[in-house]
């Protein structure tokens, strides 16, 4: 029958409805139709709303127990893919003659820059990098009275502790963690 679809549809938005109100939901239970808690407004700014894992927002540097023990080699993979070109790296960092200089037996960049009012949280940065150095945040809350001196995030702006993407994404950092360190061995 033309139309079945279209009168479906209807139906769960009409019991969204109800379950949105007491006597709603009352009249669902009279019915013996089990109920949620419909639609929810949720008062931002004093209740925050809990995101999925899964959620992300812009990339951040991981770094192993010291931010000097950056995982990030300055291989620049992620400042050459990123679409909007919103990644700007100096470096490796070089020694007075020249060669390349080494914390922990990596190099590093000497600057890493990320303009967030041009990031548009695609990912691609953290999918290309073969070092797990940069993974998405889920901190949303940023804002800014000017759009190059504080939206652009530098190195130090960037850098959080591996137990930090441990905490915000469980399942994908005990993933990479796994992934390094059967790289060790």
Not at 93 to 104: I, L, M
Request: hydrophobic share 35%; glycine share 6%; net charge positive.
């Amino acid at each position: 029958m033309i139309g079945i679809g279209v009168l479906r549809g209807m139906g769960v938005t009409f019991k969204t409805f109800l379950e949105t109100y007491p006597w709603g939901r009352g009249l669902l239970r009279a019915l013996r139709i089990p109920t949620t808690n419909g639609l929810v407004t949720v008062e931002y700014p004093d209740v925050k709303q809990q995101h999925h894992e899964r959620f992300r927002y812009f990339p951040f540097l991981v770094y192993d127990q010291t931010p000097d023990n950056l995982r990030c080699v300055a291989c620049k993979i992620c400042e050459q893919e990123c679409p909007p070109a919103c990644i700007h790296i100096i470096g490796p960092a070089k020694d007075e003659q020249g060669r390349p200089a080494k914390a922990h037996g990596r190099t590093y960049p000497v600057e890493f820059d990320i303009d967030i009012s041009v990031c548009m949280s695609c990912r691609i940065c953290v999918d290309v990098c073969p070092f797990d150095a940069i993974e998405m945040d889920n901190q949303y809350e940023l804002s800014g009275f000017d759009r190059f001196g504080q939206m652009v995030f530098n190195k130090d702006k960037l850098l959080k502790p591996n137990d930090y993407f441990q905490r915000i994404k469980p399942t994908e950092a005990a993933t990479v963690d796994a992934r390094l360190a059967a790289k060790k061995k």
